[in-house]
């Protein structure tokens, strides 16, 4: 072990104690901190992730190392101090290990420089710290890979250019066969093969925050692979070719590379991952594994796929077996087919009958793009129902779908909803059409108005909706709404306090907005329009010169704050949308406890003239003061004991007030679907199916990334592209002058001194 330190620390010293170790990491610091920027914060980009970052590391890496190692062993091989070095007493894998360690080491430097990053990105944004922590290590995972070949192409030449040419050349082959412009031009089941050979795609497992054994087997193998190939080579330099004990170790370092090309490409079979996100987003909820424990029939679960499918899907198709496998083994009660639809016309037909259509995908060959039918779809059969999924592009989402449909099926009883009209409001079947579909799918749903005798007949509902009524409502209406929440029930409440005219960018105050209702419970919705100077959306807007792309702060980018209706990090875009105010003694005395739902960020204002809304070229012509800003509350939920109900003295009403009701309708739900997937959790909790909401809810739960202001945006760039680089060669130059110091010193003797 000392000989091991004692070469490890000379091989260090080789990089620390020259300058072009530092010049080495101070490019790779500074290119790989520019480019993550450049991409992350292009065109206002607000998402508090590192995936950027780790998009690019493979590509820069593949260049980076090759420049640190190609020194490790050409270097000793032109100086002649490798055959000094190997017929020492010393074990050839002792050589071998420890320029291996200490390439690792200097190139696990250079990543570990880069934590600057998400250190000062976690001030202004929530940084999932679990998945960074799996995309470092897996970014090391794939740096050993290419510090193994790295050294194996410094074995084989003494000049260190070549070595960097071949080593740079094994590196491209390794990364562009898992690219798709390469894979689609070879038949699927090549393409697979060669997507499991490249580093990049077990790296991008990685890169999702998600260690997978049989990711990580395949780095092992990958290094092991070409350090067996360095061994043999290292070797072959101190034995002669002609005896056996050579031949008996060319036939071992052999069957050791068949043995790493046979883990690393067929260890997909391998079961067992750690998902390191915070959310568990890609580890099936306990909600799921808790519905099918209590299934009281078997859930068939067919798949069907192709024998060879298109290289479009073939990874999907791959991932989606494997998820459903994962579910089956979680419950007897479930049991997964899966048919190759293709096998034959007869299969072909039972999947068409079956409602999985073939789907046609572009395959490019030497006689240019031809068609090919693919099949990637499921059915779920439960007693007497039957749900089909025609076909599935991606395993995410996919656990929301199955739990979602599987629980449509196996509800007896489906609660109803109500969507009150008559006074102006949203009409479900033409403006809330995509908000109506995505609830049919767990619930019944109803219109309810006044009869002739002025009443509203509640009495069937578990929920009522009300979305920006604009007409006056009876006192004998909101009567009988009070006694429906009194009786335990549940009401989703839109208001409007202004409407807006978009022809000409102006607004109106709606003096029949609802707000005397909800104002019994202490809510008020006042009658402003909230914008918000940081977090928003940037719109289309047509002008003289075309479509341009504008900031627009009063479509406001909401924020959830952490509750047991939406987790933190979920958003929703709201249009025109008014503040929210509690008050302290509310009509209702039953009122339990207010849930803040959405709000603005600490950069949220309020305007009370709204006479032009219309867009501006730039945010700083919108003549708000940031003196004013703070945060605005514009969602609440509330829950208290039913003070009528005939039934159960515990049963509870809810109710959620929104100050919009735009952000609900076809037009802008089209555009962010977040807004539907908040708002269905929002009904889930107050139909009392968190279950749901809680499985939804890791499908979009993102990260918002917001800089306090231009300075700071500025700072955390600059201190990443240049500070750490400047540090660096501040470190590296101060080493190397302590250095020539010492070797100018003059050693004088003691005893000849005397």
Same mark, same amino acid.
């Given at each position: 072990?000392?000989?091991?330190?004692?070469?490890?620390? *000379?091989? +260090?010293?080789?990089?620390?104690?020259?300058?072009?170790?530092?010049?080495?990491?101070?490019?790779?610091?500074?290119?790989?901190?520019? +480019?993550?920027?450049?991409?992350?914060?292009?065109?206002?980009?607000?998402?508090?992730?590192?995936?950027?970052?780790?998009?690019?590391?493979?590509?820069?890496?593949?260049?980076?190392?090759?420049?640190?190692?190609?020194?490790?062993?050409?270097?000793? +091989? #032109?100086?002649?101090?490798?055959?000094?070095?190997?017929?020492?007493?010393?074990?050839?894998?002792?050589?071998?290990?420890?320029?291996?360690?200490?390439?690792?080491?200097?190139?696990?430097?250079?990543?570990?420089?880069?934590?600057?990053?998400?250190?000062?990105?976690?001030?202004?944004?929530?940084?999932?710290?679990?998945?960074?922590?799996?995309?470092?290590?897996?970014?090391?995972?794939?740096?050993?890979? @290419?510090?193994?070949?790295?050294?194996?192409?410094?074995? @084989?030449? *003494?000049?260190?250019?070549? &070595?960097?040419?071949?080593?740079?050349?094994?590196?491209?082959?390794?990364?562009?066969?898992?690219?798709?412009?390469?894979?689609?031009?070879?038949?699927?089941?090549?393409?697979?093969?060669?997507?499991?050979?490249?580093?990049?795609?077990?790296?991008?497992?990685?890169?999702?925050?998600?260690?997978?054994?049989?990711?990580?087997?395949?780095?092992?193998?990958?290094?092991?692979?070409?350090?067996?190939?360095?061994?043999? &080579?290292?070797?072959?330099?101190?034995?002669?070719?002609?005896?056996?004990?050579? *031949?008996?170790? #060319?036939?071992?370092?052999?069957?050791?590379?068949?043995?790493?090309?046979?883990?690393?490409?067929?260890?997909?079979?391998?079961?067992?991952?750690?998902?390191?996100?915070?959310?568990?987003?890609?580890?099936?909820?306990?909600?799921?594994?808790?519905?099918?424990?209590?299934?009281?029939?078997?859930?068939?679960?067919?798949?069907?796929?192709?024998?060879?499918?298109?290289?479009?899907?073939?990874?999907?198709?791959?991932?989606?077996?494997?998820?459903?496998?994962?579910?089956?083994?979680?419950?007897?009660?479930?049991?997964?087919?899966?048919?190759? !639809?293709?096998?034959?016309?007869?299969?072909?037909? &039972?999947?068409?009958?079956?409602?999985?259509?073939?789907?046609?995908?572009?395959?490019?060959?030497?006689?240019?793009?031809?068609?090919?039918?693919?099949?990637?779809?499921?059915?779920?059969?439960?007693?007497?129902?039957?749900?089909?999924?025609?076909?599935?592009?991606?395993?995410?989402?996919?656990?929301?779908?199955? !739990?979602?449909?599987?629980?449509?099926?196996? =509800?007896?009883? =489906? =609660?109803?909803?109500?969507?009150?009209?008559?006074?102006?409001?949203?009409?479900?079947?033409?403006?809330?059409?995509?908000?109506?579909?995505?609830?049919?799918?767990?619930?019944?749903?109803?219109?309810?108005? $006044?009869?002739?005798?002025?009443?509203?007949?509640?009495?069937?509902?578990?929920?009522?909706?009300?979305?920006?009524?604009?007409?006056?409502?009876?006192?004998?209406?909101?009567?009988?709404?009070?006694?429906?929440?009194?009786?335990?029930?549940?009401?989703?409440?839109?208001?409007?306090?202004?409407?807006?005219?978009?022809?000409?960018?102006?607004? *109106?105050?709606? $003096?029949?907005?609802?707000?005397?209702?909800?104002?019994?419970?202490?809510?008020?919705?006042?009658?402003?329009?909230?914008?918000?100077?940081?977090?928003?959306?940037?719109?289309?807007?047509?002008?003289?010169?075309?479509?341009?792309?504008?900031?627009?702060?009063?479509?406001?980018?909401?924020?959830?704050?952490?509750?047991?209706?939406?987790?933190?990090?979920?958003?929703?875009?709201?249009?025109?949308?008014?503040?929210?105010?509690?008050?302290?003694?509310?009509?209702?005395?039953?009122?339990?406890?207010?849930?803040?739902?959405?709000?603005?960020?600490?950069?949220?204002?309020?305007?009370?003239?709204?006479?032009?809304?219309?867009?501006?070229?730039?945010?700083?012509?919108?003549?708000?003061?940031?003196?004013?800003?703070?945060?605005?509350?514009? !969602?609440?939920?509330?829950?208290? =004991?039913?003070?009528?109900?005939?039934?159960?003295?515990?049963?509870?009403?809810?109710?959620?007030?929104?100050?919009?009701?735009?952000?609900?309708?076809?037009?802008?739900?089209?555009?962010?679907?977040?807004?539907?997937?908040?708002?269905?959790?929002?009904?889930?909790?107050?139909?009392?199916?968190?279950?749901?909401?809680?499985?939804?809810?890791?499908?979009?739960?993102?990260?918002?990334?917001?800089?306090?202001?231009?300075?700071?945006?500025?700072?955390?760039?600059?201190?990443?592209?240049?500070?750490?680089?400047?540090?660096?060669?501040?470190?590296?130059?101060?080493?190397?002058?302590?250095?020539?110091?010492?070797?100018?010193?003059?050693?004088?003797?003691?005893?000849?001194?005397?």
């Amino acid at each position: 072990m000392s000989t091991f330190l004692a070469l490890l620390r *000379k091989d +260090l010293k080789g990089y620390f104690d020259q300058p072009t170790g530092y010049v080495l990491l101070v490019i790779f610091v500074g290119t790989i901190s520019w +480019l993550f920027f450049r991409t992350a914060l292009a065109a206002g980009s607000q998402e508090a992730s590192l995936r950027a970052l780790f998009d690019a590391l493979p590509f820069i890496l593949a260049i980076f190392i090759p420049a640190a190692t190609m020194r490790l062993f050409a270097e000793e +091989l #032109r100086d002649g101090t490798l055959e000094l070095l190997l017929t020492q007493p010393l074990r050839s894998w002792t050589v071998l290990g420890s320029k291996f360690t200490s390439g690792l080491t200097f190139v696990t430097t250079g990543i570990i420089l880069t934590i600057g990053i998400p250190i000062l990105l976690e001030t202004s944004g929530n940084m999932d710290g679990g998945a960074i922590a799996a995309q470092y290590i897996g970014a090391i995972f794939f740096a050993g890979s @290419l510090v193994a070949i790295g050294i194996f192409s410094s074995s @084989l030449t *003494k000049n260190q250019i070549v &070595s960097f040419i071949v080593a740079l050349f094994i590196n491209i082959v390794l990364i562009v066969i898992g690219l798709s412009f390469v894979t689609l031009t070879v038949p699927s089941s090549v393409a697979v093969l060669m997507e499991d050979l490249s580093p990049l795609t077990h790296f991008g497992n990685m890169a999702k925050g998600v260690l997978a054994l049989r990711d990580v087997i395949y780095f092992v193998a990958l290094t092991a692979l070409f350090l067996s190939g360095t061994y043999l &080579s290292l070797r072959s330099r101190t034995l002669s070719h002609s005896t056996q004990l050579y *031949k008996n170790l #060319r036939l071992g370092v052999a069957g050791l590379v068949i043995a790493s090309i046979l883990a690393g490409w067929f260890g997909n079979s391998i079961a067992g991952r750690w998902d390191m996100t915070e959310d568990r987003v890609y580890t099936l909820s306990s909600a799921t594994e808790e519905l099918v424990k209590n299934l009281d029939d078997l859930l068939t679960i067919n798949l069907y796929i192709s024998s060879d499918p298109p290289v479009q899907i073939a990874g999907s198709t791959r991932e989606i077996q494997g998820f459903l496998e994962g579910l089956g083994a979680k419950s007897d009660m479930v049991n997964v087919i899966t048919h190759t !639809a293709d096998k034959d016309e007869a299969t072909a037909e &039972s999947a068409m009958l079956a409602g999985i259509p073939k789907q046609q995908f572009n395959i490019e060959s030497q006689n240019g793009y031809q068609v090919k039918d693919g099949y990637l779809g499921i059915t779920i059969s439960y007693t007497n129902s039957r749900e089909i999924i025609p076909f599935i592009d991606t395993v995410d989402g996919l656990e929301y779908q199955v !739990a979602t449909l599987a629980n449509k099926m196996v =509800k007896i009883d =489906k =609660k109803t909803i109500g969507f009150l009209s008559g006074h102006g409001e949203k009409d479900r079947s033409t403006e809330l059409q995509w908000f109506s579909l995505q609830l049919e799918e767990q619930y019944e749903l109803t219109e309810v108005s $006044p009869n002739t005798e002025g009443q509203l007949d509640l009495s069937n509902l578990d929920i009522i909706v009300i979305a920006g009524p604009t007409e006056p409502m009876t006192d004998l209406e909101k009567l009988d709404l009070h006694e429906f929440l009194a009786e335990g029930g549940k009401a989703l409440v839109l208001i409007d306090s202004t409407v807006a005219d978009t022809s000409r960018f102006v607004a *109106k105050s709606n $003096p029949n907005n609802f707000n005397d209702f909800v104002l019994d419970y202490g809510v008020f919705v006042h009658d402003n329009i909230v914008s918000d100077i940081e977090s928003h959306r940037n719109l289309s807007f047509t002008t003289q010169g075309g479509n341009v792309l504008l900031p627009y702060p009063y479509w406001i980018n909401a924020q959830t704050a952490p509750s047991k209706i939406g987790s933190a990090g979920q958003e929703a875009t709201l249009t025109w949308a008014g503040s929210i105010e509690l008050q302290d003694n509310p009509k209702i005395a039953n009122v339990e406890q207010y849930i803040q739902l959405l709000q603005t960020t600490e950069f949220g204002l309020l305007n009370w003239d709204y006479q032009d809304i219309s867009p501006k070229q730039a945010l700083s012509e919108y003549d708000f003061s940031n003196d004013d800003t703070s945060k605005q509350l514009l !969602a609440v939920g509330l829950e208290g =004991k039913a003070y009528n109900s005939p039934s159960q003295t515990d049963q509870q009403f809810r109710l959620v007030v929104v100050g919009d009701s735009d952000w609900l309708t076809d037009n802008v739900a089209a555009r962010y679907q977040s807004n539907l997937i908040l708002a269905l959790n929002w009904v889930d909790w107050l139909a009392q199916e968190e279950a749901l909401a809680s499985i939804r809810s890791k499908v979009i739960t993102s990260r918002t990334l917001l800089f306090s202001s231009d300075t700071m945006r500025n700072f955390v760039q600059y201190a990443n592209i240049i500070g750490v680089p400047m540090l660096l060669i501040l470190f590296g130059g101060i080493r190397f002058i302590r250095r020539r110091q010492f070797t100018q010193r003059i050693w004088v003797n003691r005893e000849d001194s005397q």
